[in-house]
């Protein structure tokens, strides 16, 4: 993956908005082996209400969740099972550098694992969850890229045309598309909320 040759074969370009919603962090101290494995469960189980994503793991365990607005009690309910149960527990309802920052000297003094995180494809920020994620994949529908774009540099690539927003994602991209950034894009039709594109067949010789 990311290589030159795979982009060359890109023959399809998607893009996917994101659902977006609350955030919160969640920090916990644990003192036991136990602890991880119940807090783990816990998560696991909220992940049919929500977007979850472990930070950390270790003595500190800490993760971010992403619910629905209507959800933001459930929140509130987390943090409190979190504080009646363990002694140590901290959360936010942001995620920034600064949390982040905290995380990572936590992991440090505890000697804790901080997660890979992924980044935004433009401004190189840590984005727990997407705005937008675009797919390139090749004829035969296989996923040969995915990029991952932060709400601002998402509102920053807003365009009149969804065909313009996904062109100026790819030129604001920090890699370099090259001509498919540039390439002439097809609408296609799609049953799910995602925008799908071709590529059109007169732009193939200069791609391939
Ligand atoms: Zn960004």
Do not use: W
Request: charged share 25%.
């Amino acid at each position: 993956m990311g290589k030159q040759q795979d982009v060359e074969t890109v023959r399809e370009i998607s893009v996917d908005p994101q659902p977006s919603g609350l955030t919160a962090v969640y920090l916990v101290e644990t003192r036991s082996d136990k602890e991880p494995r119940e807090i783990a469960k816990l998560f696991d189980e909220l992940g049919s209400h929500m977007q979850v994503r472990q930070l950390s793991r270790g003595r500190l365990v800490s993760y971010i969740v992403q619910a629905y607005e209507s959800d933001a009690s459930l929140l509130d309910e987390i943090e409190n099972l979190l504080k009646a149960n363990y002694a140590f527990v901290v959360s936010q309802s942001s995620y920034d550098e600064t949390i982040h920052r905290i995380v990572r000297e936590l992991c440090s003094d505890t000697g804790s694992k901080l997660l890979q995180m992924p980044r935004c494809n433009i401004c190189r920020k840590a984005v727990p969850f997407p705005t937008t994620v675009v797919t390139l994949s090749d004829q035969g529908g296989s996923v040969l890229l995915s990029r991952s774009y932060c709400g601002s540099c998402t509102a920053e690539a807003a365009a009149p045309s969804n065909k313009d927003f996904v062109r100026s994602l790819l030129n604001a991209d920090r890699r370099d598309f090259g001509v498919l950034a540039r390439a002439e894009l097809v609408r296609r039709r799609s049953r799910k909320q995602n925008i799908r594109f071709r590529i059109k067949s007169s732009e193939l010789a200069q791609v391939s």
